[in-house]
């Protein structure tokens, strides 16, 4: 059982380039959620999903775009790289009525 | 709103030794409370969570946690702690209407055991 699996691990972007964070999870969980890990600052969320084509701003959206064309799935897209996007990324994945499962994170250096 | 407040960034500890990681929420409306463990360069484990009912709250680990509303606090304690407990703790809370909602997050306490 893989759980929520997160790619890549790591990236160094440059400033202005885009990417795309992948996330899916097995679990078949309706609710799914992006993070950002800043030291010192604890886990702060980016977008969350409650269930495939429906997708909703967190705490810090800037910057930062997602889709949910499916229920496994819940990419996260950088759009125009920036320094203060460097961080550590992680997903999760839960039922309504449930804890959620975390992924082990991307961790994302932009220079 | 809620929000979360851990009160130590840094707990350093004698391996053995007990050890008590506070956690401080406020919140408008009823929640429920998590404790996660974070080991290095891997992702959040669930350590335990209060939902209701009894207010000691047991874990992994030999973790436990107990919930005080009058004072909303969450602490986490561990009678006596190994190397292997060398980790980032955090505390989170939900609001209350269901367990899978979106969390807030405490900034973390960094647990340093020792031999």
């Known amino acids: 059982n893989a759980g929520v699996t997160q790619t890549p691990k790591f990236r160094i972007l440059k400033i202005g380039q885009s990417m795309t964070l992948q996330c899916t999870q097995d679990?078949?969980?309706?609710?799914m959620y992006w993070y950002r890990q800043d030291p010192g600052m604890g886990l702060k969320l980016i977008y969350y999903?409650?269930?495939?084509?429906?997708?909703d701003k967190g705490e810090v959206p800037n910057g930062y775009n997602v889709s949910r064309s499916t229920t496994e799935d819940f990419p996260l897209r950088l759009e125009l790289a920036a320094p203060s996007q460097t961080s550590v990324y992680f997903c999760?994945?839960?039922?309504?009525?449930?804890?959620?499962?975390f992924g082990d994170g991307t961790r994302l250096s932009i220079l | 709103a809620q929000s979360v407040t851990q009160l130590d960034s840094q707990v350093p500890v004698f391996e053995e030794a007990p050890v008590e990681l506070r956690c401080n929420y406020s919140?408008?409306?009823?929640?429920?409370l998590f404790w996660y463990v974070q080991y290095p360069n891997q992702g959040l484990q669930l350590l335990l969570k209060?939902?209701?009912?009894?207010?000691l709250v047991k874990g992994i680990n030999g973790f436990e946690a107990e919930f005080n509303k009058s004072q909303t606090s969450f602490h986490l304690r561990k009678p006596s702690v190994h190397i292997s407990d060398t980790a980032e703790y955090f505390c989170?809370?939900?609001?209350?209407?269901?367990?899978?909602?979106?969390?807030?997050f405490g900034q973390g306490t960094e647990l340093s055991v020792k031999p």
């Open positions: 989170a809370v939900t609001a209350g209407d269901n367990q899978g909602g979106k969390l807030i």
């Open positions: 919140s408008s409306v009823s929640v429920y």
């Open positions: 999903s409650v269930g495939a084509g429906i997708t």
């Open positions: 209060y939902l209701s009912g009894s207010t």
């Open positions: 999760a994945s839960s039922y309504v009525d449930q804890p959620q499962h």
């Open positions: 679990m078949n969980h309706n609710y």
